[in-house]
């Protein structure tokens, strides 16, 4: 329910930030002062939110039309800060954690009803995220001992954004959207009967929320 509410106040505010900025768009008309294909071609863009869940990732759009487009992105990650945020257990300062360097990949097609990259879009999208970790413990000898733990999420998305220019170059991308995911884990846990640790596998489908803010350039 609070991510639907957050849905609807993102999209709120983005239809009023739209109706407020200073471009009118006309098209299909003489008078239409914009043309119906940018200049630019290339679109290079990272996103703000991705990096609270710790994805540091670059994107990049290419226009292949009037209203289509490709899209692609690599990234690195880290600890998955937001999902640690609402786990009961967090710890903020968790020294039997070391994060380790994973990575995430995007693959996705856009189509914009008026004009490649301006305005609405609607996309397609995979969605593939790595993050691990080396975990501390201790063995039933009270030796200190490392395990490696690890987090795959591949996910199948829908995504409906707003791109919005402030000049020729300089844009943001607003998205938000839905999909369903197959998360995998690998983490530490003890055997119920000899209290053996060993590496607990688990996997599940989900389905999953998503929005994101991006802030790029165009050339």
Known sequence: MKKMLLAGFFFLTLASFAQDGPKVVVFNSSESKEPEYWSK????????????????????????NKNFSAEI????????????????????????????????????????????????????EFKFKYYHNNKLYTDLMGMD????????????????????????NIFVDYSAGFGIGKITTNSLDYDTTTGEPYAHEKSTMAPRFHMGLKVGVAF
Do not use: C, H
């Not at 703000?48 to 710790?54: W, Y």
């Not at 994805?55 to 990049?60: A, C, E, K, P, T």
């Open 41 to 64: 071609y290339n679109l290079v863009k990272f996103n703000v939110f991705e990096a609270f869940a710790g994805d540091f990732g670059l994107y990049y759009e290419r226009i292949l």
């Open 73 to 124: 992105g690599l990234g690195t990650t880290l600890s998955n800060y937001a999902s640690m945020i609402w786990n009961d257990n967090f710890v903020i300062n968790d020294e039997s954690v070391e994060p380790l360097m994973g990575f995430s990949m995007l693959l996705g097609g856009r189509y914009y009803p008026f004009r490649a990259a301006d305005e609405f879009y609607v996309a397609p």
């Open 145 to 168: 001992q490392q395990l490696e733990e690890s987090t795959k999420i591949g996910m199948g998305r829908l995504t409906f954004g707003y791109v919005y220019f402030f000049d020729d």
